[in-house]
């Protein structure tokens, strides 16, 4: 199931305690991302602490996934910081713990300059569909998230070497 070979990795901040991607929380996914320039894929192996019913990945770990995904496609995509608005999840099959997962997001519809609808999507190691979700996310720029308080100097300066 892992596929990186041809895909570019998307750097990721390494000083941040982001649940989802960050390399420097113990307790997050650390999350990487890659990418073919049309969608973002990432694949993870969710540990039994994050389980919800025995040996099954929580819905809501299921969910961060699927949004951290569509962020960052949102960030390569558009070039912004992305929040999301809102976001609908189809639980189709039970994710297990410690199983490889391949989690996709594309992007659905630019609907103006800030607002963005993305898909994503968790495949589990047979490839089968195992969650599906479409989000729609707030899209701002690097500076309006350090006025909104929610980014600091470091990051809107890493975030602008991006783009």
Known sequence: MNRKEGLKRLPNRSDSM???CSP???SGLRLEF???DESIYS???V???LCGWKNLV???VISTILDEVMGRLVVHKMRCLPMTKSMTVDFLKPVSIDRELRAEARLIEIRSEREVLAEGL???EEGE???KSRGTFASFKPDDGKKLGIKDDDAVIWFNSLI
């Open 43 to 45: 694949w993870v192996e």
């Open 24 to 26: 420097a929380n113990p």
């Open 34 to 36: 890659f990418t073919d």
């Open 122 to 124: 968790i495949f589990n």
């Open 129 to 131: 569909l195992c969650a």
């Open 58 to 60: 929580h819905g809501g």
């Open 18 to 20: 982001c649940f989802g």
């Open 47 to 49: 540990p039994g602490h």
